[in-house]
């Protein structure tokens, strides 16, 4: 059976957390030339946190958004160049037009998933210019189907061709997909797609459970390279596709090799869920805190997996990462009054 599948490659932007947004461009030109006869649809180029976030406060990154995306379109030929911006990070003026005009040819625009409201502008730019842009709904373990529901519809109207949920944390386990999915392709009139994070070891199985239950969207990266214990790992869903009779359209043997010979030996990328992956995964947030959260365990002489376990609990975001060394005083202070972890309490 043939799928209607359109695969997102987000290795060359979800992976950039892996490495500290310290992308090389010979890497970025040698990715996209081995990447572009293999079948996906998109390559996502860019930080970590999309287009104009690069900034002290979630990494640095060594290049340029434009050099980036300059470096990746002369390789991109059968292949589309795709970004992603978050308003507040990046702006229309200073982020999108340039990005159009260096030869970007669709985009993401993401936000919290309650706060599908800031994307109006962006998608309603694109869209009214005919150029490709999906919206894109993070941390969606946050909201229940019917709270998606509506913030999908509002990307939808503002011209979206597709929504995609992010499990940004790695938090959902394939129920919870499936009363998402299931709800948002029945309602709307738009694609929907899913963005696994493996920090449960589940993002193959939920990924699977999105494509079952209506999802045309599948976005995840090469051996996995992304944010905490990474994303979904597109050569490993490849074959178990074409181990379920499903054909997805794309060579699995290149994909492999790209594995092997980009993601391995020269990014130096080794898959694994991290105990502060796990973590991440349990507290509900998002996996590109661990930098910011071992730097600060390690500076208040507190458990990292606390620092976890309180962000939870008070259900910060993306873009809050200051509240982190805020968590790890207070958890000291805590600790030199009654030397007590509240960890597993809090789990419970």
């Known amino acids: 059976m043939k799928s209607n599948l359109l695969f997102f490659d987000a290795t ?18 040698d990715y996209c030339e081995l990447i572009d006869g293999v079948g996906l649809y998109t390559v996502i180029v860019g930080h970590g946190n999309g287009l104009g976030a690069s900034s002290l406060q979630v990494g640095l990154s060594k290049h340029t958004d434009n050099e980036l995306l300059s470096a990746a379109k002369a390789k991109l030929k059968k292949t589309k160049l795709g970004a992603y911006l978050i308003p507040g990070f990046g702006t229309i003026r200073d982020n999108i037009i340039p990005a159009l005009e260096l030869g970007t040819q669709l985009f993401k625009i993401g936000c919290h998933c309650t706060e599908a409201d800031t994307t109006k502008e962006h998608i309603e730019f ?4 005919g150029i490709e842009v999906y919206g894109v709904l993070m941390m969606t ?6 709270i998606l529901l509506e913030e999908v519809k509002k990307m939808e109207s503002y011209g979206a061709q597709g929504a995609i949920l992010m499990d940004s944390s790695g938090n959902l386990i394939p129920d919870d997909v499936k009363r998402r999915v299931e709800l948002l392709t029945e309602k709307t009139n738009i694609r929907i797609g899913f963005h696994a994070h493996n920090n449960l070891g589940l993002s193959i199985a939920n990924t699977l459970a999105a494509i079952d239950n209506g999802a045309t969207i599948v976005d995840g990266t090469i051996r996995g390279l992304g944010a905490g214990a990474g994303n979904c790992q597109l050569e490993i869903l490849v074959g178990v596709l074409q181990r379920m009779s499903i054909e997805s359209g794309l060579d699995l043997y290149k994909m492999m090799d790209i594995s092997d010979k980009i993601i391995a030996e020269r990014i130096e990328f080794t898959k694994g869920i991290s105990p502060i992956s796990l973590i991440s995964g349990l507290s509900g947030v998002f996996s590109a805190f661990s930098v910011p959260v071992q730097r600060a365990a390690e500076q208040f002489n507190v458990d990292p997996r606390d620092i976890f376990i309180e962000l939870g609990r008070r259900k910060v975001v993306a873009g809050q990462e200051d509240m982190v060394v805020d968590v790890a005083m207070n958890l000291s202070q805590m ?3 009654d030397n007590t972890s509240y960890l597993f309490e809090s789990l419970l």
């Not at 694109?126 to 210019?129: A, F, Q």
């Not at 373990?141 to 019917?146: G, K, N, R, S, T």
């Open 12 to 29: 060359l932007r979800d992976g950039s957390h892996a490495i500290k947004h310290q992308l090389n461009l010979n890497d970025v030109t």
């Open 126 to 129: 694109l869209s009214k210019r």
């Open 141 to 146: 373990h946050m909201a229940e189907p019917l």
């Open 335 to 337: 600790k030199q009054k």
